[in-house]
């Protein structure tokens, strides 16, 4: 049962609670022939319908707020996943589409780019089924222009390892086309 159905059948009883308390308030007082007892306070029949109107707006909210924190929750999750392999794996070739001669205004975005590319496929080859083991001469690659950049991803550094850049990035297109089950 999903989380909407359950919130309309709860706000559908407790609409249903409402009413009864509403009716059966009016037909309890506790009266004598001058009117309630002095032990019995006067709640008027008003007053209980809006405390349970007011219950219900807020078990609405409450319910709703869950189911955006689970929606926000699943949508976090998904986030976090790789891309599959063929996906980050045609990212990294749509680089080659694109270039820049060295000291180029291009060059910031396209080393950027390939950089990214590379660390995306290097996540995705690691999530994905076949796992690490399988993937291990491109990890190994990517792993080594990691520790080149040492974490440096600004343009004067990858425009110093530009080569080490494009190098990884055509090693690994010639170890993927070699293993063409893994990109399509």
Same mark, same amino acid.
């Given at each position: 049962?999903? /989380?909407?159905?359950?919130?309309?059948?709860?706000?559908?009883?407790?609409?249903?609670?409402?009413?009864?308390?509403?009716? #059966?308030?009016?037909?309890?007082?506790?009266?004598?022939?001058?009117?309630?007892?002095?032990?019995?306070?006067? /709640?008027?029949?008003?007053?209980?319908?809006?405390?349970?109107?007011?219950?219900?707006?807020?078990?609405? %909210?409450?319910?709703?707020?869950?189911?955006?924190?689970?929606? @926000?929750?699943?949508?976090?999750?998904? %986030?976090?996943?790789?891309?599959?392999?063929?996906?980050?794996? %045609?990212?990294? @070739?749509?680089?080659? @589409?694109?270039?820049?001669?060295? =000291?180029?205004?291009?060059?910031?975005?396209?080393?950027?780019? /390939?950089?990214?590319? #590379?660390?995306? #496929? =290097?996540?995705?080859?690691? %999530?994905?089924?076949? =796992?690490?083991?399988?993937?291990?001469?491109?990890?190994?690659?990517?792993?080594? #222009?990691?520790?080149?950049?040492?974490?440096?991803?600004?343009?004067?550094?990858?425009?110093?390892?530009?080569?080490?850049?494009?190098?990884?990035?055509?090693?690994?297109?010639?170890?993927? @086309?070699?293993?063409?089950?893994?990109?399509?």
């Amino acid at each position: 049962m999903s /989380v909407r159905i359950g919130i309309r059948m709860s706000t559908a009883a407790l609409v249903m609670t409402a009413a009864l308390v509403g009716t #059966l308030a009016g037909c309890t007082e506790a009266s004598t022939s001058q009117g309630p007892g002095g032990d019995v306070p006067y /709640v008027a029949p008003s007053a209980n319908a809006s405390a349970a109107a007011a219950r219900i707006d807020k078990d609405a %909210a409450d319910a709703a707020e869950k189911e955006n924190a689970e929606e @926000q929750a699943a949508l976090d999750a998904g %986030a976090r996943t790789p891309a599959a392999v063929p996906d980050a794996f %045609a990212g990294l @070739q749509a680089t080659y @589409q694109d270039g820049c001669a060295p =000291g180029d205004a291009n060059c910031a975005y396209f080393l950027g780019r /390939v950089n990214d590319e #590379l660390t995306g #496929l =290097g996540s995705s080859m690691r %999530a994905d089924n076949d =796992g690490p083991r399988h993937f291990k001469d491109p990890l190994a690659w990517i792993g080594a #222009l990691h520790t080149t950049l040492a974490g440096d991803t600004s343009t004067a550094n990858l425009e110093k390892h530009r080569k080490e850049l494009l190098g990884i990035r055509d090693r690994i297109n010639t170890w993927m @086309q070699g293993h063409p089950e893994d990109y399509r």
